[in-house]
Every structure is written in C-alpha cells, then in structure tokens.
C-alpha cells in the first residue's frame, strides 16, 4: 500500500482525497495546505469517513510529513473565476508552485509528481524544470476530463456505454484542445461505420466540440467550481499508477520529439504505470488536427514563455 500527498486542500484537493479513500488506495493520505485549520477540518472529516471504508491513516501535515510519499498530487493555488480562461491562471500559480518546488526539493526524497492545478500542461512543465525528477515521473491530469466528456457526449449519441467508446482529446487542456474525431471508435468500428450500421444521424461535431470546450465554463458560472468528475479522475490516475496498470490515458507532460515537439508539455494518449508516464502514443491525425494541434501547442508555448520557461 502507498503513501499519498495531497497539497491544496481546496474543493478538488479535498475531493480528491474522499475519493481515494471510497476507492481503498493508498494507506496513509497527508494533507498539506497554507491554510493550516482547513487541512485540519478536512482531515477530520475525511477520518470519520473511514469506518466506512477500508482502513486509511488521514491527516494534516507538513511537508517532512511528505518526504517518504509515493505519489504527490499537487492541487494547490487559485481556480478560475466566472469568465477567466484557463490560461489567465498561469502567473499566480505558476508562483505557488515555486514556492512549493522549493519545499518538496528539501523535504521529498522522490517519487510521482501528479499535477492538477490549472493550466496544468504549463504548470506541468514547469515543475518539470524545477524538480530534479526524471521527467516521466511527472505528469498532469491533463485532457482526460476533456477525454471523458468527449466520450459521455458520443455515449449519449449512439447509445453505448462510454466505457466502450475509445475517443480521445489531445493538445491543451483548455480551449485549444483538440478531438480527435478522425479515431473516434465504438468497439474498433470507426464511429461514422457504427452510426451507419446503426441507422443513426453523425453526430453534431460542432454541438459536440461546443459541450466539451465550455463545459468548465458552464459549471463555474453555476457552482463555482468543478471538482466531482476530476476528482474521480485523479482516483483513476492514482489507481493506474499505483496498480501499475499500463492504462491508456490522455495526461499532460513534457514531449520530446513526439509529432515533431520539444520542450513543452501537452496531453497525449499515454500507457501509465507505477513509473509514471511509460510511452507516449503518436496517433495518426487528420490535416485539420494537425493544423489544430499546432495551434494549440503555439498557445502553450507562449504561455510557456510568457511564464519565464
């Protein structure tokens, strides 16, 4: 059993922790927050949740209580607001993260580094140029909520478990993200084949593009936050690495020559195991999701620059 980190204990933080302990991963979850008393209140009441589950050690430290983790999950620093883009995010957590850095690079003695917080491709290869870690052991949760909406609006379409569905999200996580329709698949038939099997209209790709592109949009101008659907994502992260599952799943990290970039970091449909990110996939893309990969890569490295990185 592992030993998990958790630093930022805000609405996904704390999230996150409720769902890997429902899930049984991990034995021992620290939560670390510059909020001290929150860190505390939400250990509280995730230990009473215990008697419930199976048996987990949770409580609120510090970074030496960090030291021996397995897994880091790094969900600290400002979320959106109302009509701010994911990118307008970078200055002010790219800050928290420094400090962060800094302190794990005392106390950590290495291991996996998820990132979650927001823009988290940029964050991602920040922390890769902070932390003297071999950059396949960090990674970012990436696209793989864009993945999973993408997949729920198609399972809504043809009828099919999304679990049976095999589309993917590459590129920002943001709104330079890319679908790749042109691999959509349900059960290894492309997804136009099905829908004609099937009888069914193709799906609305602008309607469709739209949902997963504004859905974060949507839900904090209603709420505030998003923090269920990443929470359970992280769990899925958490699981594949810890279990050392080999599972194909869009997460964000520096690219070394993969479609031809370097020196930034994006998500792509990767086998992750317990050593983090093992191999990227490069999958064929249409003309049009070339063009849009490399828009969304020239936003980031912008981004990237702009940062300092």
């Known amino acids: 059993m592992a030993k998990i980190a958790i630093i930022g204990t805000g609405s996904v933080g704390a999230t996150a922790a409720y769902a ?3 899930s049984g991963l991990g034995e021992e979850i620290v939560l670390i927050d510059v909020n001290r008393a929150k860190a505390e209140g939400e250990a509280l009441d995730l230990g009473d949740s215990t008697a419930f589950t199976t048996p987990v050690k949770v409580y609120a430290g510090d970074y030496p209580d960090a030291s021996d983790a397995d897994l880091i999950i790094f969900a600290a620093g400002a979320n959106q607001r109302p009509g701010e883009t994911r990118l307008d995010l970078t200055q ?6 420094k400090e962060v850095a800094g302190k794990l690079a005392v106390h950590w003695r290495g ?8 823009p988290v491709d940029v964050l991602t290869y920040v922390a890769s140029r902070l932390l003297d870690l071999d950059p396949q052991r960090i990674l970012g949760t990436g696209t793989i909520l864009d993945s999973a909406r993408f997949r729920y609006a ?5 009828g ?11 590129g920002e996580h943001g709104d330079t993200a890319v679908l790749l329709w042109s691999r959509a698949t349900v059960a290894g038939i492309p997804l136009e084949d099905f829908c004609r099997q099937r009888g069914l209209n193709p799906p609305d790709k602008e309607q469709i593009d739209r949902y997963v592109r504004q859905a974060a949009y949507r839900i904090i101008e209603r709420k505030g936050a998003t923090y269920y659907a990443i929470g359970l994502g992280i769990r899925r992260l958490c699981e594949a690495i810890l279990k050392n599952q080999h599972s194909v799943l869009t997460v964000t990290g520096p690219v070394e020559g993969t479609y031809g970039y370097k020196g930034v970091a994006f998500s792509l449909p990767t086998i992750v195991g317990r050593e983090g990110r093992l191999f990227s996939l490069e999958l064929p893309l249409s003309p049009q999701e070339e063009e849009e990969l490399k828009r969304s890569v020239d936003t980031l490295l912008k981004a990237q620059a702009e940062a300092g990185f």
């Open 111 to 118: 291991g996996i580094l998820l990132m979650v917080t927001n």
């Open 160 to 170: 099919v478990d999304a679990r049976n569905l095999h589309a993917y999200v590459i």
């Open 92 to 97: 002010r957590n790219v800050a928290v993260l």
């Open 20 to 22: 890997l302990i429902a």
């Open 154 to 158: 198609l399972s809504q379409h043809t």
